[in-house]
Nanobody, 115 residues
Framework: QVQFVESGGGLVQPGGSLRLSCAASGIIFKFYDMGWYRQAPGKQRELVATMSPAGSTNYGDAVKGRFTISRDNAKNTVYLQMSSLKSEDTAVYYC?????????WGQGTQVTVSS
């Protein structure tokens, strides 16, 4: 069964940085697009970034130029490096993939940007 375990969230001041990790199991990781989404209170879940097995990336407009997605296929892990964080980046961040017609999500990790 597919499982994702996210880590690296926490409280950070505006302008600071964090790196999120998502360790996957139950999936041939290197074959699948991996992504990060986020959901702030009272808002819809939104795309943060995705990365294909070949390394192609796609970013949400709100994070372009500040966040970087990467993956280590040997470790079955996808990362999200977040820099120049803003209060509006506060959200629960989720790891995601699609296999066939099914969406798989991690449990989420809270990121809070506040002084």
């Amino acid at each position: 069964q597919v499982q994702f375990v996210e880590s690296g969230g926490g409280l950070v001041q505006p302008g600071g940085s964090l790196r999120l990790s998502c360790a996957a199991s139950g999936i041939i990781f290197k074959f699948y697009d991996m992504g990060w989404y986020r959901q702030a209170p009272g808002k819809q879940r939104e795309l943060v970034a995705t990365m294909s097995p070949a390394g192609s990336t796609n970013y949400g407009d709100a994070v372009k130029g500040r966040f970087t997605i990467s993956r280590d296929n040997a470790k079955n892990t996808v990362y999200l490096q977040m820099s120049s964080l803003k209060s509006e980046d506060t959200a629960v961040y989720y790891c995601h993939t699609i296999m066939g017609n099914s969406n798989y999500w991690g449990q989420g990790t809270q990121v809070t940007v506040s002084s």
